[in-house]
């Protein structure tokens, strides 16, 4: 069974059909003030406690490894559907909170879970390499295992709206890139909106199709530039475009880049569900 689901493919575009101001979150963790936004809380008041209940393990443990864990402003995909080349959306408020209450929850229905959209760019170099990025210690989640380079959640509608989903200057994906991978935007052409990719019970993920004007090897000297205390990736994985299917059986080489060098393998890790549905869907 796949651990990802594809949502939407064949559109270029991408726009908001509906905005819906009110936050999807028990009150309890609000992340934005209520007065203006109101509130609209899962369906299910147990869901409603456990979120809360879970927030609160979340937050002592962050507290007692000295870890920050901040409650951010998120979207939440409510509808969707393709029209004529665009991806069209239904969102609503929520919080990272609120994510965190329900990500891990197989046996949740759409309206008990957050469902926050998130971005990803399937991100080519000039030398025909897919770039993805080993999870450093830094992530709380998936630690370890190979994602897309720029992926990262859209954090505030109001600001970005379909500007942000179209990737116009400067825009998540925009940010996520520069942040993971460290190219800025006269570095790379697109980001053009090609896919809408689920990670099963997770968010789902819009998938930017985007180049480099740098090579494999100019992209690990941009990488290495960030500070080691900074570094979302603790290395960066290079699949050949041509034969990604046969790299990522272990069949041919791929490159694996880290702060020694660049070497030629066989590669044996472990892809994030997003990127694997990406990978599949746009290869």
């Known amino acids: 069974m796949n651990d990802y689901e594809v949502l939407a493919t064949d559109f270029s575009q991408a726009g908001i059909d509906n905005y819906d101001p009110t936050v999807w979150t028990p009150e309890e963790v609000m992340a934005r003030d209520p007065q203006h936004y109101g509130v609209l809380e899962p369906e299910s008041q147990e869901v409603s406690q456990d979120i809360i209940d879970i927030v609160k393990e979340q937050r002592e443990e962050a507290e007692s490894s000295g870890a920050e864990f901040y409650n951010g402003p998120l979207i939440r995909v409510q509808e969707h559907e393709v029209d004529d080349g665009k991806l069209k959306l239904d969102i609503q408020n929520t919080n ?43 992530v709380e989640l998936g630690g370890g295992e190979y994602q897309l380079a720029g992926a990262g959640f859209i954090e505030d509608t109001e600001l970005q709206y379909e500007r942000s989903l179209n990737a116009q200057p400067s825009s998540p994906i925009h940010r996520e890139i520069e942040e993971e991978v460290n190219l800025d935007q006269t570095q790379i052409t697109g980001p053009v909106p090609s896919a809408l990719i689920g990670a099963v019970h997770r968010q789902p993920m819009l998938i930017y199709e985007t180049e480099t004007v740098l090579d494999s090897e100019e992209v690990r000297d941009e990488w290495l530039e960030i500070d080691q205390d900074e570094k979302e990736f603790s290395e960066l994985l290079f699949l050949p475009e041509e034969d990604i299917t046969q790299a990522l059986e272990g069949k041919t080489d791929v490159l694996i880049a880290d702060n020694e060098g660049i070497k030629n393998e066989r590669y044996e890790g472990e892809l994030r569900p997003h990127a694997r549905g990406a990978i599949e869907t746009l290869n």
């Open 96 to 138: 990272y909170f609120s994510h965190v209450g329900t990500r891990k929850r197989p046996e949740l229905v759409k309206e008990d879970r957050a469902d926050p959209l998130s971005v990803g760019a399937h991100l080519i170099t000039s030398d025909n390499y897919l770039v993805l990025g080993e999870r450093s210690g830094l």
